[in-house]
């Protein structure tokens, strides 16, 4: 079956430091990739997707880029601010399997000044 | 745009009692709205996909007749646990998917999810 794996959390990262969350995928095709983000007390909300191989999905400063050679979809950014801590989730979803998405496990972010 | 909301965000029952969660789609038409659920530090599991207007499909695993899931209207959906027990406390997210949205449909928004307590 398909299934997403992320990298454990938390992690705490001093501002202006460099990010990279891990994510790999098993999935019989090729899915489309998304990361999605929880504030604290809130609900997801998509932060990027990419559909298709060598896509690069971007938003906020995040950008993560669909590798199919090594079935990952890493989660980036330059420069984290202490408003990026949050839960990120990585997702796959794959048409053949009614539209329902698969999450990781999320890995936690904190942000300290 | 494309905002879900859930009512109540948090709910405390006894057990045994029964509990109703609504999700609703305020701005956008939603033809199919997912319950999940999540536990403390892990990720959502699906519970169901319901689809306006025919019964919910229920993922292996998931008692339906303890989740009675309601999916009247384009806007509203509604998860009921029955005879909760305090293993079923947990936090419930709704998303929904707009009616006729994206190349594949895939798109789905989610709400902010409700919070129940069953002691």
């Known amino acids: 079956g398909n299934s997403v794996t992320q990298m454990e959390g938390p992690v705490t990262l001093s501002e202006e430091a460099f990010l990279t969350i891990n994510c790999t995928y098993t999935?019989?095709?090729?899915?489309?990739l998304f990361w999605y983000v929880q504030y604290p007390g809130e609900g997801l909300q998509l932060l990027l997707k990419?559909?298709?191989?060598?896509d690069k999905g971007s938003n906020k400063g995040f950008e993560a880029t669909y590798r199919k050679e090594t079935t990952s979809f890493h989660l980036e950014k330059g420069s984290v601010q202490v408003s990026d801590s949050a839960v990120y989730f990585c997702?796959?979803?794959?048409?053949?399997?009614?539209?329902?998405?698969?999450f990781g496990t999320g890995t936690q972010l904190k942000v300290e000044l | 745009g494309a905002v879900v909301s859930q009512h109540p965000s948090w709910v405390i029952c006894k057990s045994g009692t029964s509990v109703k969660i609504e999700c609703r789609s305020l701005?956008?038409?939603?033809?199919?709205m997912f319950w999940y659920r999540q536990f403390p530090k892990q990720s959502l599991m699906l519970m169901a996909t319901?689809?306006?207007?025919?019964?919910?499909?229920?993922e292996q695993g998931v008692e339906k007749d303890k989740f009675l899931i309601n999916h009247a209207s384009l806007t509203l959906s509604t998860l009921t646990v029955t005879s909760a027990h305090p293993e079923d406390s947990s936090f419930y997210i709704c998303s929904a998917r707009e009616r006729g949205g994206g190349r594949v449909g895939f798109e789905q928004y989610f709400g902010p999810g409700t919070r129940l307590t069953v002691t």
């Open positions: 990419a559909t298709k191989a060598d």
């Open positions: 701005d956008f038409q939603a033809t199919t």
């Open positions: 999935a019989t095709g090729y899915p489309s």
């Open positions: 997702a796959l979803i794959f048409t053949g399997g009614g539209n329902k998405l698969t």
């Open positions: 319901s689809n306006e207007g025919s019964k919910a499909t229920y």
